[in-house]
């Protein structure tokens, strides 16, 4: 690439509603441009990186055998209703009307059309596992959209989706790709760190996100440098604040006939009781109208006939008013199971599965089935904690037992999730066993936020001059710098021959033949954050050398010429 052909606008200041270094700086390398709130257009400066973290997401994604198609951005409101997440999205998901009145989602992620094309195209075992994925345009009409990139309203995810016959083969699709997320950040060459979400922090094992370490990051994480313990503390922290309950704090006990209810409520939700504690949301539709929401803890410990069933602390005398309230404070993305009792409709909303559980709720409510948890304020019982992260500080000790704990910021750019049969039982997509028997599909889902991986890259990594971006990652690896290029024939030679040479060998290289003074000239490369710089003069050609700088380094070192693209490889 030549400069002069090439669209380069930088700016000395930032514009000033940009707050946080990563969005200053991209704006000042040109990278990208606001159009609206949360709305960018990626500059082609920006659009380098932006193909750069694709292609190794896609590399790793085909690797570890998913299947890349493309889904639309617009989505029959139809589908969404099937699983019940158009009611249950609340204002995130954008909605539009065609001329014909007919209603559609702007796409915040993709579970329902996948799993429309899959039950139509899956009839047996045999076409299982499947993963499919795509990089596609989302749309979530944030409350707070903020810091350009890492929290748009519009922005790129890739978003993967697998298939399995049984809960097994699921576990083994999340594995695979769990590895492949941490193959995809380290190739970035980020510092990162998967932790345990939702109710990671006393023992789930549903759901990882991925988070940049980052000290201006959204999430504070918490784990332990000798165990495997890390999880993101962000439910309980946020109780401190006042502005969302723990997602799980406190279990409570209760009498025994519940149990038995919980068995069928465990038996609905396909959840292994012996190792699961899983937080459900009630959402309750009552008789004259309206609804209320409760939020419930289901554990089971060794034996089925001590599960226990509680509250979250804090939550008891919360009710909200809106179905997207309660999507709010827990982060949800439900999916939905049909119905099972015949009493009063109930929607479960659990992390993100939804499931009827008339009967479960209103026999809780019933004088044999007295429920902690589903009768507010009447059972005041003494919590027990289970894992409180809330007012942990470093050193305190892991909750495994295994060392003290350390916590760090981070900022979350994927999150890989165990979807179970929410989704496949709302919409009926089953397959054929062995024994040609109907079954619901088994199903993961597994996002990377494309965009918001320059924004969180960029907090990682720069300094009072710009951005420094890991050369993974760079939109330019090699920029090349010659002092004098129409003045020179000798530079000029040099510098076409030295281009010449690091396209052969691969090098994303960009030849600045703007004609700009030095200084100018070094600024701006500083600023855009492009890993090594090749200054070509004729001074130093003269004794056979070139002068090379990386871009963390403090000064230029003479290299010659014929090593110089040796130097940068
Ligand atoms: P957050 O907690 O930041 O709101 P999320 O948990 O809602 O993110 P997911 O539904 O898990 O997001 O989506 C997968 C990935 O998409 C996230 O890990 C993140 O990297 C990215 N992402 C989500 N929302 C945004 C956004 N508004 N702008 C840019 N990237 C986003
Ligand atoms: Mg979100
Ligand atoms: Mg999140
Ligand atoms: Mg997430």
Redesign the pocket.
């Known amino acids: 690439m030549r400069a002069s052909r090439f669209f380069i606008s930088t700016l000395k200041e930032a514009p000033s509603d940009a707050e946080i270094v990563s969005h200053q700086l991209m704006m000042r390398a040109g990278m990208i441009k606001r159009l609206g709130s ?1 709305i960018y257009t990626y500059m082609p400066m920006g659009l380098k990186v932006i193909r750069k973290v694709e292609a190794i997401v896609r590399e790793e994604m085909n690797n570890a055998a998913a299947i890349e198609l493309l889904m639309p951005l617009v989505q029959p409101a139809e589908l969404w209703q099937e699983t019940g997440r158009w009611d249950k999205m609340g204002p995130e998901l954008m909605r539009v009307k065609d001329r014909h009145g007919r209603e559609f989602a702007i796409q915040p ?1 993709s579970e329902e059309v996948i799993t429309d094309v899959v039950r139509s195209e899956i009839k047996s075992y045999k076409q299982l596992p499947l993963n499919f994925y795509h990089i596609q345009t989302k749309f ?1 009409d ?1 409350r707070r ?1 903020r810091f350009g ?5 519009e ?1 790129t ?1 890739k978003d993967a989706y697998s298939f399995d016959r049984d809960l097994a083969g699921m576990q083994q699709s999340y594995k695979v790709m769990f590895d492949a997320y941490t193959r995809i950040f380290t190739r970035f060459g980020l510092k990162f760190r998967a932790v345990a979400a939702d109710n990671g922090a006393i023992g789930g094992t549903g759901s990882h ?1 991925f988070h940049v370490i980052a000290s201006t990051g ?1 999430d504070a994480l918490v784990y332990c440098p000798d165990s495997d313990f890390a999880a993101n503390m962000e439910a309980a922290e946020a109780v401190a604040t006042g502005e969302r309950p723990a997602a799980s704090a406190a279990l409570v006990k209760t009498s025994t006939p519940k149990a038995q209810k919980c068995e069928d409520v465990a038996a609905l939700l396909k959840i292994d009781l012996k190792q699961t504690l899983k937080t459900l949301a009630l959402t309750v539709e009552k008789d004259g109208g309206g609804k209320e929401y409760f939020m419930l803890l289901l554990r089971g410990d060794h034996e089925l006939n001590e599960i226990k069933v509680g509250k979250v602390a804090g939550l008891a005398n919360h009710r909200f008013s809106t179905e997207a309230e309660i999507l709010e404070v827990y ?1 949800c ?1 439900p999916g939905y199971l049909g119905p099972i009792g015949t009493k009063a409709p109930v929607t479960v909303v659990a992390d993100r599965t939804v499931a009827l559980m008339a009967d479960f709720v209103t026999g809780a409510n019933e004088a044999d089935y007295h429920y902690t948890g589903a009768n507010w304020g009447r059972d005041v019982a003494e919590p027990a904690i289970v894992a409180d992260l809330r007012n942990v500080v470093e050193g305190d000790p892991s909750p495994d037992g295994k060392g003290v704990l350390a916590i760090e910021r981070g900022i ?4 890989v999730f165990q979807l179970g049969t929410a989704y496949s039982e709302a919409m009926k997509a089953t397959f054929l066993d062995e024994n040609g028997k109907a079954a619901p599909l088994q199903m993961g889902c597994y ?3 494309v ?2 991986i320059l924004g969180a890259a960029i907090e990682q990594n720069f300094d009072d001059k710009g951005i420094i971006w890991p050369a993974s990652l760079a939109p330019f690896e090699l920029v090349l710098c010659p002092m004098g290029y129409d003045r020179s024939e000798l530079v000029k030679e040099a510098t076409d021959k030295l281009y010449a040479e690091a396209q052969a060998a691969g090098v994303d290289v960009i030849v600045d033949d703007r004609g700009l003074r030095p200084g100018a000239m070094f600024a701006d490369w500083e600023l855009i954050g492009v890993p090594h710089r090749v200054v070509i003069g004729e001074r130093g050609l003269k004794e056979g050398n070139l002068e090379y700088q990386g871009r963390r380094d403090t000064e230029a070192t003479a290299v010659p010429v014929a090593d110089t693209i040796n130097f940068v490889k």
């Not at 979350?412 to 999150?415: A, K, N, Q, T, Y």
């Open positions: 949360g992620t979530r944030e959209p990139l890492m929290r748009g309203r922005f995810m996100e959204e982060g993305v979350e750019v994927g999150h996002g990377i936020g965009t918001r």
